[in-house]
Protein backbone atom coordinates (compact mmCIF):
# COMPACT_ATOMS: atom_id res chain seq x y z
CA UNK A 1 0.00 0.00 0.00
CA UNK A 2 1.46 3.28 -0.54
CA UNK A 3 1.77 6.52 1.33
CA UNK A 4 0.07 8.36 -0.57
CA UNK A 5 -1.88 8.11 -3.89
CA UNK A 6 -0.49 11.29 -6.29
CA UNK A 7 -3.12 11.98 -8.93
CA UNK A 8 -1.38 14.27 -11.12
CA UNK A 9 2.12 15.27 -12.32
CA UNK A 10 2.60 19.11 -11.40
CA UNK A 11 6.04 19.97 -13.34
CA UNK A 12 9.40 18.20 -14.16
CA UNK A 13 12.85 20.91 -12.86
CA UNK A 14 15.58 20.93 -14.68
CA UNK A 15 19.12 22.28 -13.42
CA UNK A 16 19.96 25.71 -15.33
CA UNK A 17 23.62 27.06 -15.16
CA UNK A 18 22.25 30.37 -17.02
CA UNK A 19 18.44 31.25 -16.60
CA UNK A 20 18.58 33.33 -19.17
CA UNK A 21 20.59 31.35 -21.42
CA UNK A 22 18.31 28.11 -20.63
CA UNK A 23 14.76 30.37 -20.58
CA UNK A 24 15.69 31.49 -24.30
CA UNK A 25 16.27 27.60 -25.54
CA UNK A 26 13.55 26.39 -23.86
CA UNK A 27 11.11 29.24 -25.97
CA UNK A 28 13.46 29.16 -29.40
CA UNK A 29 14.28 25.44 -29.78
CA UNK A 30 11.17 23.57 -27.99
CA UNK A 31 7.93 26.49 -28.31
CA UNK A 32 7.67 26.25 -24.68
CA UNK A 33 6.04 29.48 -23.03
CA UNK A 34 6.75 31.43 -20.29
CA UNK A 35 4.01 30.94 -17.58
CA UNK A 36 5.62 32.87 -14.63
CA UNK A 37 8.92 34.50 -14.46
CA UNK A 38 9.96 36.72 -10.86
CA UNK A 39 10.52 40.08 -11.29
CA UNK A 40 13.03 42.43 -9.29
CA UNK A 41 16.49 41.99 -8.49
CA UNK A 42 16.16 38.48 -7.99
CA UNK A 43 17.95 36.46 -10.68
CA UNK A 44 18.15 33.18 -9.52
CA UNK A 45 13.91 32.46 -8.93
CA UNK A 46 13.23 29.83 -11.27
CA UNK A 47 11.72 29.93 -14.78
CA UNK A 48 8.05 28.54 -15.02
CA UNK A 49 7.85 27.64 -18.74
CA UNK A 50 4.88 25.14 -20.04
CA UNK A 51 4.34 23.10 -23.43
CA UNK A 52 1.27 23.19 -25.25
CA UNK A 53 -1.78 25.84 -25.10
CA UNK A 54 -2.62 25.29 -21.68
CA UNK A 55 -0.93 27.59 -20.29
CA UNK A 56 0.20 26.61 -16.87
CA UNK A 57 -2.12 23.39 -16.81
CA UNK A 58 -0.40 20.45 -14.04
CA UNK A 59 1.75 18.20 -15.94
CA UNK A 60 2.92 20.56 -19.35
CA UNK A 61 5.11 22.36 -16.65
CA UNK A 62 8.79 22.92 -17.35
CA UNK A 63 10.49 24.91 -14.22
CA UNK A 64 14.04 25.68 -14.37
CA UNK A 65 16.18 25.94 -11.53
CA UNK A 66 19.39 28.26 -11.51
CA UNK A 67 22.09 25.99 -9.98
CA UNK A 68 24.22 27.27 -7.55
CA UNK A 69 27.43 27.14 -8.85
CA UNK A 70 27.51 26.52 -12.92
CA UNK A 71 28.68 22.67 -14.03
CA UNK A 72 30.22 22.08 -17.22
CA UNK A 73 28.99 18.11 -17.62
CA UNK A 74 28.22 14.97 -19.21
CA UNK A 75 24.78 14.05 -19.06
CA UNK A 76 25.20 10.48 -20.63
CA UNK A 77 28.30 10.10 -18.47
CA UNK A 78 26.72 10.98 -14.72
CA UNK A 79 23.09 10.15 -15.66
CA UNK A 80 23.30 7.59 -17.83
CA UNK A 81 19.83 7.49 -20.06
CA UNK A 82 18.14 9.40 -17.68
CA UNK A 83 16.00 12.40 -19.79
CA UNK A 84 12.94 14.85 -20.09
CA UNK A 85 11.04 14.07 -23.15
CA UNK A 86 8.95 16.13 -25.33
CA UNK A 87 6.27 15.46 -28.28
CA UNK A 88 5.96 17.02 -31.62
CA UNK A 89 4.07 16.63 -34.34
CA UNK A 90 6.07 14.45 -37.32
CA UNK A 91 6.83 17.25 -39.32
CA UNK A 92 8.23 19.35 -36.92
CA UNK A 93 10.34 16.45 -35.75
CA UNK A 94 11.73 16.06 -39.11
CA UNK A 95 12.46 19.59 -39.39
CA UNK A 96 13.83 18.63 -35.81
CA UNK A 97 16.77 16.32 -37.31
CA UNK A 98 18.13 18.77 -39.93
CA UNK A 99 17.97 21.91 -37.15
CA UNK A 100 19.20 20.34 -34.39
CA UNK A 101 22.28 19.41 -36.34
CA UNK A 102 23.03 22.59 -37.42
CA UNK A 103 22.48 23.87 -33.83
CA UNK A 104 25.20 21.58 -32.70
CA UNK A 105 22.83 19.74 -29.83
CA UNK A 106 22.38 16.72 -31.62
CA UNK A 107 23.06 13.36 -30.40
CA UNK A 108 21.35 10.57 -31.93
CA UNK A 109 18.34 9.05 -33.16
CA UNK A 110 15.74 8.48 -35.03
CA UNK A 111 15.22 5.77 -33.10
CA UNK A 112 11.91 3.36 -32.68
CA UNK A 113 12.57 1.56 -29.64
CA UNK A 114 11.57 -2.30 -29.82
CA UNK A 115 8.17 -1.32 -27.39
CA UNK A 116 7.17 1.57 -29.26
CA UNK A 117 5.69 2.75 -32.54
CA UNK A 118 7.50 6.29 -32.50
CA UNK A 119 10.42 7.75 -33.81
CA UNK A 120 13.02 9.33 -30.88
CA UNK A 121 15.63 11.96 -31.35
CA UNK A 122 17.95 12.67 -28.06
CA UNK A 123 19.67 16.02 -28.02
CA UNK A 124 21.12 18.36 -25.25
CA UNK A 125 19.87 21.72 -23.28
CA UNK A 126 22.97 24.78 -23.09
CA UNK A 127 23.37 23.26 -19.35
CA UNK A 128 23.90 19.48 -20.94
CA UNK A 129 20.62 17.86 -19.92
CA UNK A 130 19.61 15.17 -21.91
CA UNK A 131 16.18 15.54 -23.90
CA UNK A 132 14.28 13.84 -26.59
CA UNK A 133 12.06 15.05 -29.10
CA UNK A 134 9.24 12.27 -30.11
CA UNK A 135 6.92 12.48 -32.93
CA UNK A 136 3.22 11.85 -32.45
CA UNK A 137 3.27 9.35 -29.42
CA UNK A 138 0.33 7.21 -29.15
CA UNK A 139 1.55 4.17 -27.37
Known amino acids: MSTVSAHTFLHVGIPANDLAESKQFYMDVLGLKVTKESTGNYGNAPVRLHCGDGGGVAGQQVVLFKRPRPIDRDAIAEDGDAHHAFVVSVEEFDAALVKFKEL ?25 NYLQLADDVED
Open 104 to 128: GIFHRGPIVWPTSTHRTLYFFDPAG
